[in-house]
């Protein structure tokens, strides 16, 4: 059974940071790209930031590009977004997502369809 559990979300003042982490099982991790997604209330998930699976390229949204890094660990099937200067309107509910198709385009993995399994979501609330 495929799992992906994410944590690491909480509250923090705008221009705080924090680390998600999002941990699978029952996968061959390093098979997959791995990407983040949020949504807030009252609007569609939204792409955040994707990583192939070799960690080699990554894709960011325009809106957090420069202030969210993404990164991943094979070896313990885990990967994770570092958020810097946080904005309230990054208030969202974050899922992390995993998809085992190889890399095609920054395109393809910023559409929430193409991916296979999805974790639960974590939430992310940032105050003015």
């Known amino acids: 059974q495929v799992q992906l559990v994410e944590s690491g979300g909480g509250s923090v003042q705008a221009g705080g940071s924090l680390r998600l982490s999002c941990t699978t099982s029952g996968l061959i991790f390093s098979n997959y790209v791995m990407g983040w997604f949020r949504q807030a209330p009252g609007k569609e998930r939204e792409f955040v930031a994707a990583?192939?699976?070799?960690?080699?390229?990554?894709a960011y949204a325009d809106s957090v590009k420069g202030r969210f890094i993404i990164s991943r660990h094979n070896a313990k099937n885990t990967v994770y977004l570092q958020m810097n200067s946080l904005k309230p309107e990054d208030t969202a509910v974050y899922y992390c997502?995993?998809?085992?198709?190889?890399?095609?385009?920054?395109?393809?993995?910023?559409?929430?369809?193409?991916?296979?399994?999805w974790g639960q979501g974590t939430q992310v609330t940032v105050s003015s």
């Open positions: 997502a995993a998809d085992r198709t190889a890399w095609g385009s920054s395109a393809r993995v910023s559409t929430p369809v193409d991916y296979d399994y």
């Open positions: 990583i192939s699976r070799g960690g080699v390229t990554t």
